[in-house]
């Protein structure tokens, strides 16, 4: 059986922040881009609880993996 695949605004959704596509793009803008030392789940701006969601799904590898995935991209890019 085939893991369900998210659209990358759910991610967002399960983290409690705003899914419109223009909130997204500015909240990536506010917070990225991250440092290529810092790991995402150790981002200064996680709550305990989006730090643990993403901890928790990572190492199990459940279905958001992709997500979190590209949110990692999304968050280390470096936009010129």
């Not at 959704?13 to 917070?31: A, F, K, S, Y």
């Not at 881009?33 to 200064?44: G, Y």
């Amino acid at each position: 059986m085939d893991a369900p695949i998210h659209p990358f605004s759910e991610i967002f959704q399960q983290l409690g922040l705003n899914d419109d596509p223009v909130e997204i793009d500015r909240w990536l803008t506010t917070h990225g881009p991250l440092d290529n030392d810092v790991k995402l789940v150790d981002a200064p701006f996680w709550t305990d609880a989006q730090r643990a969601f993403l901890k928790e799904n990572y190492i199990a590898d459940s279905d958001w993996i992709v997500m979190i995935d590209q949110l990692n991209v999304a968050l280390h890019e470096h936009k010129d």
